[in-house]
């Protein structure tokens, strides 16, 4: 989990690194507001983005997802609208 990664597949340099040299199942990043969880097959990670929940930015609609995880599994995947900034 980091503040700035990329997404698939253009992540931050660094990140790029972190990831090829330490594969992992769940990547979780934010930044830029904008919510979005996309499955990255070449790393085969799936990436998470939550979106925004404070008021400080320019997104409209205050997010954050849950999920479970069992095992090597993630699941129950929603996302909560915490209303407008």
Known sequence: MTHIGGYPP?????VKKELLANPARLFIC???HILKILYDDK???LHMNPGAAGN????KVRTVVRFTV???EMKDCEVVELGRR
Not at 10 to 14: D, E, G, L, M, R
């Open 70 to 72: 069992d095992g090597k």
């Open 56 to 59: 400080q930015g320019w997104h």
């Open 10 to 14: 253009k992540y931050n340099p660094a």
């Open 30 to 32: 934010g930044h830029s």
């Open 43 to 45: 790393l085969q990670c």
